[in-house]
């Protein structure tokens, strides 16, 4: 992605990573494209924690505004280097030196905890449709330094394939492979895999044919994923574990509920409502011109049909959309997973903009989980914000251990609130199933 298409500006004050201590430290972009003072090389950077490259310049890096100087590019300062340098800080005090120093413990301070290639991540169903892109997005992201490809001996190609491609990209992940036959059960094959994992991203199970609803792939499905939830509860208990696989609505509460039964977190589950987000903003900006950077639409409830809850009103770019406008495009995103079935006719879903959502949802699992403040993004979660529903898409931040708070929905129009009071006893009946699923199993682990 170019730095243009993120929306980084000129001026604007970024974490950069220089010198080849892994650390992102605060500098200032002063190009972002080719332009005579920039450094000899791009400057890799975070924004909303996607990492990107831009044209900085070295002098920008020396940064006046921050006080910061740029890392020498071979080695990390000693501690020692450290206090020296805080020494003569203290014995030079004329306010230029002072505001220098004072910056510099700001921007330590500012500085997130991450470092490339700290993360090990897992995708399992990583040969499938979905679980190839989305295992190349994350194995481009600069802080994946393992990135596990699990899926099973019958899968399309081979784990091994995957695992062997991807290998060659130059990002820092190593990338391993993992293979099971149908008879192996994940719980007593994955140590390797899951062990030490951060985040686990999980399409694998069946996607829909025309003419089946998500629903009807829980039988199949919530056992593919009991299976890997099992395997995590066991190997890597404080992995946020995102679930992509359907029907989302019943699949998460049933592996949370798991979760709670064997003593773990269920906070980890998460589930993947990214693509619906994505497909509002999309279709908010084919309807209004407006940029899609300015525009991050609130789709709140389930991820099925009319449990899918585009909230336009709290959209600054559809204030001159057109009412009827507006819940044809309500409608749309309910819709939008099935026009993508029809017109596969048969061969499959969504995969790659669903490969693109989930990696969105990665990234900014990854980010949080790197100590960035604030990292904002919406997931269907336990939840307590809608009085007897216990699972719910709404905004989350996510932090150091996962997900760290479920944010309220804010106002809605009242379109929105018709809709909402409609679509909840669809979703506590999709919130039932998975529970009922969850009432007859245990994990072993
Ligand atoms: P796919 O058939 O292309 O890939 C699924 C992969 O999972 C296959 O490679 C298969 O071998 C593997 N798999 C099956 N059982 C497994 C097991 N027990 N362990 C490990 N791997 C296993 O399907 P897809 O298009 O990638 O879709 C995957 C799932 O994601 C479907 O359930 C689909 O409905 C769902 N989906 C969800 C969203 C969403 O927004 N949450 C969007 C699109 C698709
Ligand atoms: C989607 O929204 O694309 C997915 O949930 C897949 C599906 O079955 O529609």
Request: hydrophobic share 40%.
């Amino acid at each position: 992605m170019a730095a243009a298409k993120l929306g980084i500006e000129e001026g604007q004050k970024l974490h950069a990573l220089y010198g080849d201590d892994g650390e992102y430290y605060p500098a200032v972009v002063v190009a972002t494209s080719a332009a005579k003072n920039r450094s000899k090389k791009p400057v890799k950077v975070t924004y909303n924690g996607y990492p990107e490259e831009v044209w900085v310049s070295i002098d920008a890096l020396k940064s006046k505004k921050l006080g910061l100087a740029p890392k020498a590019a071979t080695s990390a300062p000693e501690p020692k280097a450290k206090a020296k340098g805080k020494a003569k800080a203290k014995s030079a005090p004329e306010p230029k030196a002072k505001a220098k120093a004072k910056a510099k413990v700001k921007a330590k301070k500012e500085r997130p905890a991450s470092a490339a290639g700290q993360f090990k991540v897992c995708v399992c169903g990583g040969a499938g449709g979905i679980g190839q892109p989305l295992s190349m997005l994350m194995a481009l992201d600069e802080r994946v330094g393992e990135l596990s490809v699990f899926d099973l001996d019958i899968a399309v190609v081979p784990a091994a394939g995957v695992a062997a491609d991807l290998g060659h990209l130059e990002r820092p992940s190593k990338v391993k492979a993992y293979s099971l036959d149908l008879k192996q059960k994940p719980v007593e094959e994955l140590s390797d895999c899951l062990t030490g994992c951060h985040l686990v991203l999980v399409p694998a199970g069946l996607p829909r044919k025309p003419g089946m609803t998500r629903a009807d792939l829980l039988a199949t499905n919530a056992g593919i994923a009991k299976g890997i939830v099992e395997a995590c509860a066991k190997f890597c208990p404080d992995a946020v574990v995102a679930l992509i696989v359907n029907p989302v609505n019943s699949v998460v509460p049933a592996m949370a509920e798991l979760y709670k039964k064997a003593g773990k977190d269920p906070a980890k589950i998460v589930g993947v409502t990214t693509l619906d987000i994505v497909r509002a903003n999309k279709f908010v900006h084919e309807a209004s011109d407006v940029s899609l950077k300015k525009i991050n639409v609130p789709v709140i409830g389930g991820h099925a049909g009319t449990t899918i809850l585009p909230l336009f009103s709290q959209v600054p770019a559809c204030k001159d959309i057109p009412a009827d406008k507006l819940v044809e495009m309500d409608k749309r995103t309910q819709e939008a997973g099935t026009e993508v079935v029809n017109a596969k006719n048969g061969k499959g879903s969504a995969t790659l903009s669903m490969a693109y959502a989930g990696a969105r949802l990665g990234k900014a699992v990854l980010a949080g989980l790197s100590g960035k403040k604030g990292v904002k993004e919406f997931a269907y979660v336990q939840s307590t914000i809608r009085e007897g529903v216990g699972y719910f898409a709404s905004k989350v931040i996510f932090g150091k251990g996962g997900v760290e708070k479920v944010l309220d929905i804010g106002t809605l129009n009242e379109h929105e609130t018709t809709r909402l009071n409609e679509l909840t006893p669809a979703l506590k009946e999709e919130i039932q199933a998975g529970l009922d699923y969850a009432a007859g199993e245990s994990l072993a682990c």
